[in-house]
């Protein structure tokens, strides 16, 4: 049992508050009950101590949002840079924390009737908190290797489908949503703001803090930014910390009269740094050479595993699912992580010996050598331009190519 005292004469003991007097120690109430910023304490290498409302904390202890720990924020990357051991788990909390900051600061030049209310400021932190609950083992390697068979599956819908799973799972946490107010409207609202489809009876600029499709600039990408370029040891200029003093919801005229996340004229250097920093990343790490070759060599072992009947299975369902159906159970997906590779390289099947030279070729360094190269044709080059730009918005992990982009950022 453990009690936490502080100097005004209050203690909080198992989730009870008590105060003390002249007759000694007294029950006053539950803590969760208290106001929402009672919350918990995370100590974070990134923004510090982080303070998460109650209801984010009751959907972190659950086993299907515990199981960010065991999957890599930046996959493969580990294997080139041995810092980059940070996992799904830590970054997920600091989304959280951000959507938070940028609400508090939004707030602070709104009328009252024009502010986000604690209800859509709670929606946006829960939005934060599981917006990557749908990633695969190895982060994006896993929507490569599923790219594989075809199958046009985005962690973004998954994440949706882990989350009702997470709901379903646990009571506690449907306790935690009804005692806060969050019933099916606001359900419904943290599912749009996690895939960041704009839905009409919200206010417009809530989506453009998680996963901003205007123009990319979101905290899931400030929080990523500093936390990869700190455990890769890559230095960068751009803080998130002053841009975020600059932000303010205002209404474009050339878009309506439609209200918009803008930024002050002055920032227009500090915005240009971010986007420096996604394409210094993109060279520097997430698109290193040998990051690619080993992607390829681990999709080529998890496909080998694939086509000679490796499966999963969970307890109460006699389907066995192959790595490239998981994702049709939630249950099932729910029990991948990255120790899917260790399940392989570890099995005794014969079945899966080949596979398993692939995966101790990674581990031995023996990584595949180029035999051969040739020039993309005009036609591809140009298919490669348009996939690329209308995937530019959608992912957090937006990959620079040839040729320019253009973004629209509002500035006040």
Known sequence: MTSYFSVTGDAVENGDRFSINENGWH??????????????????????????HPLCVGIIDTPEFQRLRNIKQNGVVYFIYPGACHNRFEHSLGVCYLAGQMVDVLNCCREQEDKITASEKLCLQVAGLCHDLGHGP?????????????????????????????????????????????EKNEINLIKSLILGHRNVSAKSYLFEIISNNENGIDVDKWDYFLRDSLQLNLKITFDYRRLLQFCRVAAVVDDGNTEHVCFRDKEVTNIHDMFLVRAYLHHHAYQHRVCQNIEIMMMDAFQLADQVGFTVQIPGDPRKYRLSEAHENSAVFSTLTD??????????????????????????????????????????????????????????????????????????
């Open 339 to 412: 120790h899917v590779f260790y399940s392989i390289l570890y099995s005794v099947d014969p079945n899966l010996a080949l596979s398993r030279s692939v995966l101790n070729r990674i581990l031995r360094r023996e990584l595949y050598r180029l035999v051969g190269s040739r020039r993309k044709t005009q036609e591809e080059q140009e298919v490669a331009l348009r996939v690329s730009h209308s995937s530019l918005m959608s992912s957090d992990r937006m990959k620079p190519g040839s040729g320019d982009w253009a973004v629209t950022i509002n500035f006040l």
């Open 27 to 52: 029950k006053t109430g539950n803590m969760a009950a208290s106001d929402a910023s009672e919350g918990k304490v995370f100590n974070d290498c990134i923004h510090g101590h982080m303070i998460l």
């Open 138 to 182: 190895f982060s994006h390697t896993w929507e490569h290797f599923l790219g594989r068979y075809n199958k046009h599956w985005k962690h973004e819908e998954q994440s949706i489908k882990m989350f009702d799973l997470l709901l379903q799972n646990n009571e506690c946490v449907q306790k935690l949503f009804i005692k806060y107010g969050l």
